[in-house]
């Protein structure tokens, strides 16, 4: 089982073994939440093992043991996009930036980074390049608000910071123990991580 919220968690999904994710619409009042609305979206055949909401809640991205990563929009419950992965791969990592307009993933085998952009007012989405830097799975990755910076981490001990849109490593770190995850704030200030060898 995999979640993820939205910024201000009014939205909540939760991927589920079964291939359904559930779909959750908080309605607060005072800080307290008051209504909750349920749904099931049916968009992967087999096993959800990531899913990530953009911040304003509008679009999300899911994978699991199937051969593909959804694009959907959240408040449609609609799926947008089907982007194939390699046979025999499963989505190991994904991210997405504050409107849904831009988008990571990274397969199990594969340590390189795949980039989409998802043009709304076209209504399409195009792949914009791949991110090179790893030679080992990555196992997380996090965009900023604007989509203009990420981080990913690996099981090669590192940690590389990236210009999404030029597709360009700005940095790598080596932490010389292999990344659980990784996470960059909003504004791209500060970068927090945990290793194999945290405690």
């Known amino acids: 089982m995999c979640m993820d919220a939205s910024a201000d968690i009014s939205d ?3 991927g589920l073994r ?3 994710i559930l779909a959750l619409k908080l309605t607060y009042t005072q800080n307290l939440v008051t209504n909750i ?3 099931e979206l049916g968009f992967h055949q087999n096993s959800v093992l990531q899913v990530k909401i953009s911040g304003d809640g509008s679009h999300a991205v899911s994978g699991g043991l199937d051969d593909y990563v959804a694009l959907f929009s959240v408040k449609e419950r609609l799926l947008l996009q089907k982007i194939a992965v390699p046979e025999y791969q499963f989505t190991q990592s994904l991210a997405i930036n504050l409107t ?8 199990n085998y594969d340590p390189n980074i795949q980039v989409y952009c998802n043009d709304m007012a076209a209504k399409q ?3 914009v390049g791949v991110l090179k830097a790893h030679n080992a799975q990555v196992t997380s990755l996090s965009v900023t608000y604007d989509g203009l910076v990420g981080v990913s981490g690996s099981l090669d001990t590192t940690i590389a910071i990236w210009n999404i849109m030029e597709l ?3 940095r790598q770190i080596d932490l010389l123990s292999p990344l659980k995850t990784v996470k960059i704030t909003p504004m791209g200030k500060f970068i927090a991580c945990n290793t194999c060898n945290s405690h």
Do not use: D, R
């Open 12 to 14: 909540i999904l939760i």
């Open 18 to 20: 079964s291939g359904l």
């Open 37 to 39: 609305e349920q749904c």
């Open 100 to 107: 849904g307009e831009i988008f990571l993933f990274a397969t």
């Open 125 to 127: 989405v195009n792949h």
């Open 168 to 170: 360009k490593l700005i």
